[in-house]
């Protein structure tokens, strides 16, 4: 069984940044793509980020420019560094993992979910 543990997540004023990570434990497959989606009060989840081990990146458009993702294969963990921050990205950031890489196309679904950090970004 693997398990997803998010941190770093918190209360920001707009304009800020923010760091939030995620460690993967456990059988771990050597080859993975994992990331991070959104749930906004009232909205659906959405994509935000996904980094293959790899190192092939997928970002939504809304966030282009102002997130950057990046792993570390050794440690089995990601980050989500978040600048340029808005109101409307306060959201539950869930961490992801899969092991179908066609899951980068949308084309699959995700294997594990962590219990997610809220992100809030004040006006």
């Known amino acids: 069984q693997v398990q997803l543990a998010e941190s770093g997540g918190g209360l920001v004023q707009a304009g800020g940044s923010l760091r939030i990570s995620c460690a993967a434990s456990g059988s771990i497959a050597a080859q993975n793509a994992m990331g991070w989606h959104r749930q906004a009060p009232g909205k659906q989840r959405e994509l935000v980020s996904l980094?293959?081990?790899?190192?092939?990146?997928k970002y939504a458009d809304s966030v282009k420019g102002r997130f950057t993702i990046s792993r570390d294969n050794a440690k089995n963990t990601i980050y989500l560094e978040m600048s340029s921050l808005k109101p409307e990205d306060t959201a539950v950031y869930y961490c992801?993992?899969?092991?179908?890489?066609?899951?980068?196309?949308?084309?699959?679904?995700?294997?594990?979910w962590g219990q997610g950090t809220q992100v809030t970004v004040s006006s």
């Open positions: 980094i293959t081990t790899g190192g092939d990146i």
């Open positions: 992801c993992l899969a092991y179908d890489l066609s899951v980068m196309a949308g084309y699959s679904d995700y294997d594990f």
